[in-house]
């Protein structure tokens, strides 16, 4: 072999050499560059997903602890309503119970006072039959007697005669002037509520009139009387002529037909 061979192929040899330790250095080299970045993109998904998973189980959680909060209120109120309902009802049927002994009680006194009441009208009845008085008296026209039934009650240095026919007004007053009496006077509260106690029903005549020419209500003899009358609800317009009754005084028309209270007053107290 010449000397010339051997150096191409010495030098042949070389390159060979070298061109194979840079493929292995190429071949090594490679794999530690590629191994980082395939096993890098699974951790970073695995993280993200870990964290989320965190994220939404922070989030149930907080949830939960609300809604247990939520709920634990709601049961606290509700059994405070429920506390403040069946103290309600306990004071509702305590007072319901106060209202029937209240009712019972009333209605037993009711009971007593209607018998009471019974027993007085009887009698007051029987005083009516038993004060049962027939008046002979003179007729304002033939100058003739005429007889009038009524009732007699008396009390201190005055006497009540209640006419039983029906008259009007003015016929109301001349039957009393006929039988020497006057249409009643009332004088005071006192003697008011004693007239009122002694009618039993219906409504008599009195000697209160409207006074056209004064404007004014006035009592038959044109007298004074202590008796408060409240004239402003007495509308003449509804009629001139007052009546009395149990339970008020009241004015209408003077041509209705009512029995009749005159009066007499005694010069002394009867014995």
């Known amino acids: 072999m010449s000397e010339q061979e051997v150096t191409f192929s010495n030098v ?3 390159k060979d050499t070298r061109s194979q330790n840079q493929v292995s250095t190429e071949e090594t080299q490679a ?6 970045r395939v096993c890098s993109i699974p951790w970073k998904i695995i993280v993200i997903a870990l964290g989320i998973l965190c994220s939404l189980r922070l989030v149930i959680f907080a949830v939960l602890v609300t809604n247990i909060f939520q709920y634990s209120e709601e049961k606290h109120k509700l059994q405070e309503t429920l506390k ?5 009802y306990s004071t509702m049927q305590n007072e319901s119970y106060l209202k029937e002994e209240m009712l019972r009680n009333k ?15 009887r009698k007051q009845n029987r005083c009516y039959m038993e004060t049962k008085i027939v008046l002979d008296c003179l007729q304002h026209r033939g100058k003739q007697d005429k007889l009038v039934e009524g009732h007699l009650f008396c009390h201190g ?14 016929g109301c007053k ?7 009496l006057s249409l009643l006077k009332i004088n005071d509260e006192h003697e008011l509520a004693l007239l009122q106690y002694q009618i039993i ?7 209160l009139k409207y006074d056209i020419k004064n404007k004014e209500w006035a009592w038959i ?28 005084l009241e004015n209408t028309k003077c041509d209705w037909s009512f029995p009749c209270i005159c009066e007499k007053r005694l010069a002394k107290f009867p014995d």
């Open 84 to 88: 403040i309902l069946l103290h309600n």
């Open 174 to 180: 001349q039957t009393c002037q006929d039988c020497s």
């Open 31 to 36: 794999p530690r560059e590629a191994g980082p």
């Open 201 to 207: 029903q219906g409504s008599y005549w009195i000697g």
């Open 221 to 248: 003899d044109s007298g004074p009387s202590k008796l408060a009358l409240n004239t402003r609800k007495y509308n003449a317009k509804d009629g001139g002529c007052m009546f009395l009754s149990k339970t008020r």
């Open 12 to 14: 042949k040899f070389r």
């Open 157 to 170: 240095i005055k006497c009540y005669y209640f006419i039983t026919d029906k008259k009007q007004w003015n």
């Open 107 to 121: 209605s037993i006194e009711c009971n007593s006072y209607r018998n009471l009441q019974d027993t007085l009208n």
